[in-house]
């Protein structure tokens, strides 16, 4: 994994802590959450205050998220809510977490620069023992306090000033001034300089777990559905609607379909489709070459091609199907006929305009393991995975690939493919229109077969 770290795409923008005052900081934040302290004197940490130096000094990845729930987190600084979210358990982990530091950035800003905040998110679940403890996660509220308990104490003196405001006589009470005064001299003057952590619930639906070998849930759907990629056998007894493995393309396609989730790349508005399905077709010719032994460094597009000639007899049903349909959206080809179990069918599709898009792109990553892009962008963990079975011809392109042409523009390159535009009132209708017609009703590739 060595020359993805040198790239900076495996444990790229983390925050580095090499100041002594923060490492102190950060020991105090870890033995109040722990028990334990760290002997390293400068390190990197993510958005939860997980740092893998540290993970790797005590040996435990999940220090800060035992048994893979209630993640507890170490805020620095505010500067943390860009970094990754590293070893996440649960796809919404990351997300929350940054809405509750942007809400609470003002007074988080104010309490890190004396003190660490340390926090959980929080729900009802403590063990994952059991698939049915799936369907507990529904909701998640952040707890958090400064190491010497600011928050606590600030909360507690706001208590107490009401107090004094109210009751009758309460000048004369000497033990409530007392405590008053106490309190003021460790939160300061909190009528000018408010000491307060918004607690919002953020509510749970649908996600995606890494727990009994990766599971997405999706529940604000009309029929409740489980996708298990690996292994569906691994959730049984958990009570819902359907539970369906990697396997059935075909009924995972239909849910897709009948819940309105997914949309053909052709028919999105506001990209380059020709483009993206040239790109998978060349992630396609990469992988075959690699497998022979072809040397790929530097390798070029048109070398690519060149390479896709060569072995054209070795490409996957998956490239034929991309240069069917590339054919059919830009050279006014015949109309190809990819139906959900077509190796091609989850590469021709992408997230449409909802909530959960971010959590159906990483399911097709997921179901499209050749597209080493999305596979990067939606699900690093099923990346890095992936990659260290790879030969090295093929570790060598894609870490290329990924530094020169995706790094240098993230954001462009996510928004080239999975932004959307918005629909125009009156679209223009296209010329062919009987085949058009048809394709409104059953997409590019013919009607999505009922498992």
Not at 250 to 268: C, G, H, R, T
Not at 281 to 306: C, K, N, P
Request: glycine share 8%; charged share 25%.
């Amino acid at each position: 994994m060595h020359k993805l770290i040198e790239k900076g795409l495996m444990f790229g923008n983390l925050i580095p802590v090499i100041s002594p005052v923060l490492v102190e900081r950060y020991n105090r934040a870890l033995e109040r959450l722990t028990g334990k302290q760290t002997k390293l004197t400068d390190f990197h940490v993510d958005i939860s205050g997980y740092s893998p130096e540290i993970g790797d000094e005590l040996g435990d990845d999940l220090y800060l998220n035992h048994a893979g729930v209630n993640r507890q987190f170490i805020l620095l600084t505010t500067d943390q809510k860009t970094a990754p979210l590293l070893n996440a358990k649960f796809s919404t982990s990351r997300g929350i977490l940054r809405q509750w530091i942007e809400a609470n950035e003002a007074q988080l800003f104010a309490l890190t620069a004396r003190d660490a905040v340390a926090g959980e998110l929080v729900n009802s679940v403590y063990s994952m023992t059991k698939p049915a403890r799936l369907l507990d996660v529904g909701s998640v509220t952040i707890e958090a306090d400064t190491t010497d308990g600011a928050v606590a104490s600030a909360t507690e003196l706001g208590g107490k000033i009401d107090q004094f405001m109210s009751q009758d006589g309460a000048w004369h009470d000497d033990v409530l001034i007392a405590e008053m005064i106490g309190l003021a001299k460790e939160t300061g003057d909190i009528t000018r300089n408010p000491v307060h952590l918004n607690s919002e619930t953020y509510q749970q639906r649908n996600f995606w777990s890494d727990h009994f070998g990766g599971v997405y849930i999706f529940r604000d759907v009309e029929n409740p559905t489980a996708i298990a990629v690996s292994d569906k056998g691994a959730l049984k007894g958990l009570k819902i609607n359907a539970i369906l493995g990697g396997d059935e393309r075909s009924a995972i396609a239909q849910f897709l379909k009948a819940n309105d989730l997914a949309e053909p790349i052709v028919e999105a508005r506001g990209i380059d489709s020709g483009a993206i399905l040239r790109q998978k077709m060349d992630f396609m010719v990469a992988d075959i070459a690699a497998s022979l032994g072809e040397d790929l460094s530097g390798t070029s597009r048109r070398e690519l091609r060149q390479l896709g000639r060569r072995y054209f007899d070795k490409l996957p049903a998956a490239w034929q199907g991309l240069a069917d349909l590339v054919r059919w959206a830009e050279d006014e080809g015949p109309w190809p006929r990819i139906d959900s179990e077509h190796p091609a069918y989850f590469y021709t599709l992408r997230a449409k305009d909802h909530v959960d898009a971010d959590l159906v792109n990483m399911l097709l990553a997921e179901l499209t393991p050749m597209d080493v892009r999305q596979l990067f962008i939606c699900h690093k963990d099923a990346f890095y995975a992936a990659y260290m079975g790879w030969p090295e011809e093929k570790k060598d392109y894609v870490a290329d690939f990924l530094s020169t042409e995706y790094q240098v523009d993230k954001a462009g390159t996510r928004d080239a493919l999975f932004g959307h535009e918005a629909t125009m009132e009156e679209p223009q209708r296209p010329k062919k229109q009987k085949q058009r017609d048809l394709i409104d009703r059953v997409g590019p590739w013919g009607a999505v077969r009922r498992r």
